[in-house]
């Protein structure tokens, strides 16, 4: 059973920076493209970053180009967002996702693996 534990959130002021880890388990963490997706109240779910399975690709979000950068460590099984310059909207709960297949796709249904969320909340 795949697993997916995002950790790092918290409460960061306006122009600061934060990085979100999430760990995974239960299949071959290499053979998986990985994602960020954010949430924010009454939103609907928007892509952040993905990174495919050998990080020899990488693509963003058009909000969060040139701030945010995507990597993964495939010994520790873990993808990381390193958010750089944060604003207030960036505000949103942010859940890593596990792809269908070695690509990374900016789309919520190329990924069948889902964390629990955790929250980055951006004062100004």
């Known amino acids: 059973q795949v697993q997916l534990v995002e950790s790092g959130g918290g409460l960061v002021q306006a122009g600061g920076s934060l990085r979100l880890s999430c760990a995974a388990s239960?299949?071959?963490?290499?053979?998986?493209?990985m994602s960020w997706f954010r949430q924010a109240s009454g939103k609907e779910r928007e892509f952040v970053a993905a990174?495919?399975?050998?990080?020899?690709?990488?693509d963003f979000g058009d909000s969060v180009k040139g701030r945010f950068t995507i990597s993964r460590d495939n010994a520790k099984n873990t993808v990381y967002l390193q958010m750089n310059a944060l604003k207030p909207e960036d505000t949103a709960v942010y859940y890593c996702?596990?792809?269908?297949?070695?690509?990374?796709?900016?789309?919520?249904?190329?990924?069948?693996?889902w964390g629990q969320g955790t929250q980055v909340t951006v004062s100004s």
């Open positions: 996702a596990q792809g269908r297949t070695r690509w990374a796709r900016r789309t919520r249904w190329e990924y069948d693996y």
């Open positions: 239960g299949r071959t963490f290499s053979n998986y493209a």
């Open positions: 990174i495919s399975a050998s990080s020899t690709s990488a």
